[in-house]
Nanobody
């Protein structure tokens, strides 16, 4: 079973930047979709952004499009969610996720598709 280790996060002022890391126990260049979801106590788990390992194709939720990016560091087998122009509504626990994928479309955005999850990391954006 794929295991994921979340790290990064913390607190930042509105407009600031943070980076989250995800280290899976499988090759980040493999036929998997990797991504992040976020959750608050009052909301269901929400898709943030995804990357397909083989092609590095990314897709993002409308709410973060243009502000967030995902990159791969193959030397350390680590994925990064780079968050900029952060807003208070980005405050949540962020979870890295992984699921096998062999399609030609963008990575699925439903949490039900992903069966491996990191432990989560808190991101707090102060207004």
């Amino acid at each position: 079973q794929v295991q994921l280790v979340d790290s990064g996060g913390g607190s930042v002022q509105t407009g600031g930047s943070l980076s989250l890391a995800c280290e899976p126990t499988i090759d980040i260049g493999s036929s998997y979709c990797f991504g992040w979801f976020r959750q608050t106590p009052t909301k269901e788990r929400e898709a943030v952004g995804f990357i397909y390992g083989r092609s590095s194709r990314t897709n993002f939720a409308d709410s973060v499009q243009g502000r967030f990016a995902i990159s791969q560091d193959r030397s350390s087998n680590t994925l990064y969610l780079q968050m900029s122009r952060l807003r208070p509504e980005d405050t949540a626990v962020y979870y890295c996720a992984a699921g096998y994928y062999s399609g030609a479309d963008s990575c699925p955005t439903s949490a039900n598709y992903y069966y491996s999850w990191g432990q989560g990391t808190q991101v707090t954006v102060a207004s």
